[in-house]
């Protein structure tokens, strides 16, 4: 150990020297100045990258060298023989990865509001004239140049900065000119807004492309920079390579405890995946016999219970009831299979809706007094709203039914639900020590909806819960996500997070197109799967309510409600014929 620390104190960094130049300093005879650079400058590399101790380091030297590849942004492409050339082809696919993917007329519409501007494009022209039927969108034209622009954007029409830096997020290494050529904007207004975004560190320039397409200095956006970095030193070729959907549900449902093995125990692990699968809404009755009880090894309901009562867990509907948006519609109805969600108390003000439905006329009168006598009384147990509101137990629990089915109310526990859930607790079936309570103790509390939070801070929170969710996220995997923000505003959230090294940026599932972002445990988790290969003996049925539910999204074949009754069946955890594998009790009876 000792001649360990000399060598790396004396010969790997010149302790004397540092010691010399330290004194210099202190006494004035070498005088230091503050430079404001927009990267590290490379004598700094070696010590950041901790290249002499960096065997001390027990993460893999993949990782190490991700954890570096920002700094390689500015090097030459002549520098040191070659050192920091960066892959022709590596450029090219972050290119199109980063170049959105247009399948419709949505889809072209949130390439507007990332683009600002979008040249006329013939292959789009049938998207573009649906959406200008709508008002969406509108042709401007620009330097005798036709451009298409989103109605929400018309006000950054003429703002050089705005486009510039909406096309930097969507494209690789470009010049100043080929953007000039693209946007027709002045000379001097792309310099302007190029140097703009430098100054705020949203671009870099230099030398990336290959000279022999090189046309003097390039600009680059620092996220796609570093990720072209990444696939030239070859780590997600080694790494990251894409898996088959297949596979990668493999990967879910170990992710998500509910192949053979992965599940978890007792309080801490309920709370893991209340953790895990908050916000995603499932039917009511389906939530404990079909998804908590195949995560949770012996699930007891009394996990559940204690962490609702003890007010760190909630549960109530979050979506918008369909009656509420459509005032001509049908009324809210009581059903077993609305659908609702445990999420955490202390996470209550971003997952709920932003606004509550105005319930007036789309309840029943019976709803409507309960609903009043909670907003008059506050908390009040079963036995209370029926003597206050002077009905039969059996309509106040219809009504009550009704509220949650709205999303209007919850409970302390979710006992109370389970009441009115089990359909002999409600006929009062059984005798004597058989006889289960038909009323749970627990108070009945309107689900009060906190002020909105903002935007970006919302995009956040979920983008967060998103990749705790499923690990691996891209734009197929929100199909059955009814809280989560649109695709077009996480984006951006996930882009920021994979520059600061909190996730990283790929290809990671093949078949899937857009850009796809997943947390370093995934990738572990996701390369182990792929390894240990198949076995043909192991099955596993999935209830059509479970969120791992994926057929038609991830797995082949058509789309399954989580309405239906029955289960995917599924060899080696990989759907298999027949799709559909009828159960005793199915959630939706």
């Not at 659908?339 to 997952?351: G, V």
Request: a negative charge; glycine letters at 8%.
């Amino acid at each position: 150990v000792k001649e360990t620390i000399d060598n790396c104190l004396h010969e790997a960094m010149d302790l004397d020297g540092l010691r010399h130049i330290l004194e210099a300093i202190d006494s004035g005879a070498i005088r230091t100045v503050a430079v404001d650079n927009a990267q590290p400058s490379p004598l700094s590399h070696e010590i950041l990258n901790a290249n002499p101790y960096a065997f001390l380091d027990d993460a893999p030297l993949e990782e190490r060298r991700a954890r570096a590849v920002q700094l390689r942004s500015t090097l030459r492409s002549d520098f040191a023989g070659g050192a920091g050339v960066l892959d022709a082809s590596a450029i090219e696919q972050v290119s199109k990865e980063a170049w959105p993917t247009v399948r419709d007329a949505d889809e072209l519409h949130d390439a507007l509001l990332s683009l600002v501007v979008l040249p006329a494009e013939p292959g789009w022209q049938v998207f573009f004239e649906a959406l200008s039927a709508e008002g969406r969108a509108i042709v401007l034209r620009r330097g005798g140049k036709d451009f298409w622009i989103a109605a929400e954007r018309l006000t950054s029409f003429e703002d050089p900065i705005a486009t510039v830096r909406g096309w930097m997020e969507s494209t690789g290494p470009v010049t100043a000119g080929e953007l000039r050529d693209r946007l027709a904007f002045p000379p001097a207004e792309i310099e302007q807004a190029l140097a703009t975004l430098e100054g705020e560190g949203q671009v870099l320039r230099g030398q990336f492309r290959p000279s022999e397409q090189s046309q003097g200095v390039e600009w680059c956006n620092r996220r796609i920079l570093a990720r072209i970095h990444r696939y030239t030193i070859g780590r997600l070729r080694r790494e990251i390579e894409p898996v088959p959907a297949l596979d990668f549900h493999r990967f879910l449902l170990r992710w998500q405890h509910l192949a053979a093995g992965s599940q978890l125990h007792g309080a801490d692990g309920t709370l893991h995946i209340v953790r895990q699968l908050q916000g995603y809404e499932i039917p009511a009755v389906a939530w404990e016999p079909q998804v908590l009880a195949r995560r949770i090894a012996r699930y007891g309901h009394e996990d559940l219970d204690r962490l609702c009562l003890s007010g760190e867990v909630m549960w109530g509907r979050l979506s918008p009831h369909s009656a509420f948006e459509d005032p001509e519609g049908r009324r809210v109805r009581p059903t077993r299979i609305a659908p609702i969600t445990f999420f955490l108390r202390a996470d209550a003000d971003w997952l709920i809706a932003d606004a509550g439905p105005s319930e007036a006329a789309m309840l029943s009168h019976a709803a409507q007094e309960v609903l009043n006598e909670l907003k008059t009384q506050g908390a009040s147990f079963f036995g209370d709203i029926v003597r206050v509101t002077k009905r039969l137990p059996s309509e106040v629990e219809d009504a009550l039914w009704e509220l949650v089915a709205a999303g209007l109310v919850t409970a302390d526990g979710f006992e109370n639900l389970r009441a009115l859930i089990d359909p002999k607790r409600r006929r009062g079936e059984g005798r004597g020590r058989s006889a289960r309570p038909r009323h749970a103790a627990g108070r009945w509390a309107l689900l009060r909806r906190p002020a909105a939070s903002p935007e970006e801070e919302r995009a956040a929170k979920f983008a967060d819960q998103l990749l705790l969710r499923w690990g691996v996220l891209f734009r197929d995997l929100l199909a059955r996500e009814s809280l989560a923000p649109k695709w077009r505003e996480l984006l951006p959230v996930l882009r920021k997070k994979e520059a600061q090294g909190e996730l990283r940026g790929g290809r990671f599932v093949s078949g899937f197109t857009g850009e796809q972002f997943a947390r370093p445990e995934a990738v572990e988790l996701l390369r182990a799967v792929r390894r240990a290969g198949t076995h043909p003996e192991d099955t596993l049925a999935i209830p059509n309510a479970d969120p791992l539910n994926l057929a038609g999204i991830i797995l082949p074949g058509p789309r399954i409600s989580a309405l239906t009754s029955g289960s995917l069946r599924l060899a080696d955890y990989v759907l298999s014929e027949p799709f559909l594998e009828p159960e005793a009790a199915g959630a939706a009876q």
